[in-house]
């Protein structure tokens, strides 16, 4: 893959120019001298986010909201004086910055960033901590997260020294999970698809920062923290041939993150965290020691739970992110067994029959299944015993144009009987041959899983 295609940029002062020109040159009133200097650049293909629309003698880039907030805050920031009225107008001021910049659609934060956002609020945070005002360092922390929302302003962040800068502040208002939350919600923001990102958190010990604060405020609520981990171990910067997150993961582990995030499964539904921990953990599961590791922990039996408590409060987000991490557990041979011995597949059953209304959630029992079956015929023996053949089947009528959903019931048909015979005979008898036909007529996606199940069915014509 080649280097990106370069995008024509202009400045505020080149735009307001070319609006001028059409009304003095061109004779064009105000309004259709704007709108045609914006048509024009559009059809050139520049890139007009972050130019303030305006027109020249009529209103002032001065007047617009964002860079009202900006000129103010660098007026404070510039004051060396930190008395409580100064910093509680920049927290003020911050908390309107960070309100312009979420409405979504503005373009606010496009008009903040080109107007130097990311530097200025940097350079804020630098005098704040080492005040005590904890509401200034949360909007600075809170308005940062939402000015880093593509791969330039993450860049700008990290040139201006932001990860060293944010990560001082989380360690030192360790007691603060207002702090905590919003400083990770900058980590999360600053490392989604950029691997130097990843790469600067790991170098300054971000693993240890999180594992201790985990330690420490045992029942906190930390949405943005268990983000941030999701975040850091994914492999989602698509300039990167070959990602370091899997061996981050493996840092991870070592420094004792599956303990601390078993300990937050062990709270079940109590705990608001639980789904977050959930989607965390499987981030960190990397490889089959870690997954085993889970286990040792009581993660399995914690998962479990969770699971039959989803079922009976009807509680499908939580319920769904626990199947996930535990179709990713059971990818370890070890852990395979240990979830059969705790009756783990009459427990996805029991889920599946609260949840026959969401194809979603039948499809995440029928992945979990599919792992289970994977090389094991008595597994794939005792699917059948509690009813998995027919919840392939109802869910495959029930729900035709559900994609992904046929797709894994595909799936969990070929590893149902590929190594049972018996099997065979059974969901045969049933019609899924017809089922499946279909699904490979109706979805593209769902050709190689069906062709495979219709040949390990036994059947000649799986290709037609």
Not at 222 to 244: E, G, N
Not at 255 to 278: F, R
Not at 401 to 420: G, H, K, P, Y
Request: a negative charge.
């Amino acid at each position: 893959m080649g280097p990106p295609k370069a995008v024509r940029t202009i400045s505020q002062e080149a735009f307001d120019e070319m609006v001028k020109e059409n009304m003095e040159d061109l004779g064009m009133d105000p309004s259709e001298a704007l709108q045609d200097a914006i048509d024009t650049l559009s059809l050139q293909g520049v890139d007009l986010s972050g130019i303030v629309r305006c027109i020249p003698g009529e209103s002032s880039l001065d007047e617009n909201p964002v860079i009202q907030a900006l000129n103010r805050l660098r007026e404070l920031s510039s004051d060396s004086s930190d008395d409580e009225t100064s910093l509680n107008e920049i927290a003020e001021l911050l908390e309107r910055l960070n309100e312009l910049c979420s409405l979504e659609g503005s373009g606010n934060a496009a008009i903040a960033v080109k107007n130097g956002a990311v530097e200025l609020v940097i350079s804020i945070l630098q005098k704040l901590r080492t005040s005590s005002c904890d509401r200034g360092l949360v909007s600075a922390l809170t308005t940062l997260a939402s000015l880093l929302y593509d791969l330039q302003t993450s860049e700008t962040f990290e040139k201006n020294g932001g990860p060293k800068i944010v990560l001082d502040i989380v360690n030192g208002g360790a007691q603060s999970i207002s702090i905590i939350n919003s400083g990770f919600s900058v980590v999360a923001a600053a490392a989604s698809g950029n691997e130097i990102l990843k790469e600067s958190f790991m170098a300054l010990k971000i693993d240890e920062i999180i594992t201790k604060i985990l330690r420490e405020h045992k029942r906190g609520n930390f949405p943005c923290l268990y983000d941030a981990i999701r975040v850091l171990l994914a492999a989602d910067d698509h300039r990167v041939v070959a990602s370091q997150v899997f061996g981050y993961a493996r840092i991870f582990a070592k420094k004792g993150i599956v303990e601390a995030l078993v300990e937050t499964l062990h709270e079940g539904l109590s705990s608001p965290n639980i789904a977050s921990a959930s989607i965390a953990l499987k981030a960190v599961a990397v490889n089959d020691e870690i997954c085993r590791s889970v286990a040792d922990n009581g993660g399995i039996d914690a998962v479990l739970l969770c699971i039959d408590n989803c079922g009976e409060q009807g509680n499908k987000p939580v319920a769904k992110a626990c199947c996930s991490l535990l179709s990713k557990l059971a990818g370890s041979d070890i852990n395979k067994s240990s979830i059969i011995e705790k009756q783990g597949m009459d427990r996805l059953m029991k889920l599946s029959a609260r949840f026959t209304d969401d194809p979603s959630m039948l499809q995440e029992v029928m992945s979990i299944v599919w792992v289970l079956c994977l090389r094991s015929p008595e597994n794939a023996a005792r699917a059948i015993e509690a009813g998995a053949g027919d919840l392939a089947v109802e869910s495959m009528l029930r729900f035709p144009e559900s994609e992904q959903l046929q797709r894994s019931a595909c799936l969990m048909i070929r590893n149902l009987v590929v190594r049972n015979p018996e099997n065979r005979t059974l969901l045969l008898g049933k019609g899924i041959e017809k089922l499946i036909r279909k699904a490979k007529g109706n979805h593209r996606s769902c050709k190689d899983a069906a062709s495979d199940a219709l040949r390990d069915l036994g059947l000649d014509n799986y290709n037609a």
